[in-house]
């Protein structure tokens, strides 16, 4: 604030100590030229970034987990309970027997399944058991673990059907590999398949996983028995499927159609 004063008949302009400082002095051009600079250099980096995020390539490591809703919308409201699909009561039984690290099986499992599950599973009318059946040189496959942790809280199939689905994944992080343990990349797929299955608890199959995969672990006996169960029936590779009912039974082996299915079941029921 200024204000006018006289001295010896003559007028002054004095600054009361009230004033800010800053608004008595302007801001010198070369202050100005500072603020400008860093404007500049800021807009710069702000474009450079945009610029690198439009162009990065993606993580190899990224799992990309493709017919998660189909899974849910398939198996959802369908009686399920360790390696059982479908009511405990039906008077039809199916065991399935196959491998999801089998690129025979997936072909299989995808062609048959989601219209058995409908047809037959859902309205009661039989049963499946999923059992575990190498089609490779290892009697257990390392993805089945991954399974069975899931099937112990009633979500093996979704967790099986996801598996299939997204076989190549598995094949692109080594899933059948030995020597990706101590990477880790076989866990990153498995542990972002379990993800995938909308009810299952995250902390429980870790959990299941971790002691199964452990040496003499119970989950390791149930696999090594349902191969041997497999070789006992003359199981072959692909799917195959043991079908019971009232009136007999019937074996159908290497990717037996949706038809055949149909027609065997037809048969025993």
Known sequence: MRCAARDNGQVSNVTTESEPEVLRRPMPRRGRGWVLLIMLLAAIALGYAIVQIATQKANKNTVHIAAISEAQQLFGGVPQEGARLGSENAPVT???FCDEQSSLCREGFLSTIPALTEKYARPGKAKFLYRHYSNSE???EYGFYGTEAAAEQGDGWQYAYLF????K???RFGVSEAENKRSGLRENFLNSLASGVEELEMAEW???FKEGTEPGSA????????EELG???GIRYGLAMVIEGPNGNVTLQENPSLA???AAIAKVE
Request: aromatic share 4%; proline share 3%.
């Open 94 to 96: 199916v065991q399935v």
């Open 138 to 140: 290892n009697p257990i």
């Open 164 to 167: 299939y689905a997204n076989q």
């Open 169 to 171: 994944e598995a094949d």
């Open 206 to 208: 870790e959990k299941a």
């Open 219 to 226: 989950m390791s006996k149930s696999l090594e028995a349902q």
């Open 231 to 233: 070789s006992k029936l």
């Open 260 to 262: 055949a299915v149909e």
